[in-house]
């Protein structure tokens, strides 16, 4: 049984994005910039938008967190994204969720412009990856994808259950996994009988934000499973959607938490900001 660890996968993503930041300044007297946006003062969210921050500075980004008001209106908002979207020193924004409940997602989305929607949750960036365009890609299933191709696993030709189809999460990795040529089950909670179709399954990917909701009666002997779940735990131990204790014994690979499909998610935002960056010089 391998576990899948993220750091490697992580360092060699960084590593790289590194590089290409030093290159980048050298040509064009400037550092790739990632603004994030916080509206409010969520605790978890503030922790977030700092690790980004201290990422980006990291890997030699230029990095601002514009920090406004729990009470600020959705237009105000929406006025600030627009001179971000105007400034060429600007290459990736990112709004920090959630918001606060005046903001409705269903508008959000569209605010930051897709060539610097690091996130990749606008429409026109959805909609290219649903048709297999080349586009900003959703950090977390990306992170996914990196992760199984660094220890050499191959979706093509296989049966993958993706159980979540949340906008963030489930639904892109379905157009990912589709993308690379595996046979796609999108569960989500209505799906009838699960672990018949999770028992077929070469790979099983557990999105659905329910703690040890999968456990060894659900997996296939010699599959290959990743765990998006993250949940604190009674004993507040930090724990995924999948029951490892009891999976580790069936599977042929598995991703810890801590430790696994996490570390990627950063890691990936900080190449969409890369990308973003030359994608946009390209363009000038
Ligand atoms: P979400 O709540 O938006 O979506 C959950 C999905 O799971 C839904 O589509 C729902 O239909 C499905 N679902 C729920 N219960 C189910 C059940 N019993 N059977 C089958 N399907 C079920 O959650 P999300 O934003 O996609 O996040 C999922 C989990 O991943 C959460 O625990 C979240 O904290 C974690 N997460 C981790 C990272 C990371 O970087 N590690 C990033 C994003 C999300």
Known sequence: ???LFGKPVAESI?????????????KHRRKPKLVVVLVGNDPASQIYTRKKGEAALQLG???ETLHLLQTASPSEVRLHIEKLNND???????IQRPLPTAF????????????KDVDAFHPINTGKLALGLPCLQPCTPTGIMALLSYYKISPAGKLVSVIGRSSIVGRPMGSLLLRADATVFQCHSKTPHLK?????SDIVIVAAGKMALV???????????VDVGMHRNSQNKVVGDVDFEKAQNKVSAITPVPGGVGPMTIAVLMKNTMDAAEMRVGAA
């Open 104 to 115: 409705s997602e269903n508008e959000v989305v569209f605010w930051v412009h897709p060539e």
């Open 88 to 94: 060429p020193t600007v290459d990736g924004i990112l």
């Open 215 to 225: 456990d060894d009666s659900y997996l296939k002997s010699g599959a290959v499973v």
């Open 1 to 3: 049984m391998i576990t």
């Open 196 to 200: 018949e179709i999770t028992n077929q």
């Open 61 to 63: 980004f230029d990095h």
């Open 14 to 26: 960084q590593k790289s994005v590194q590089q290409r930041a030093d290159l980048f300044f050298k």
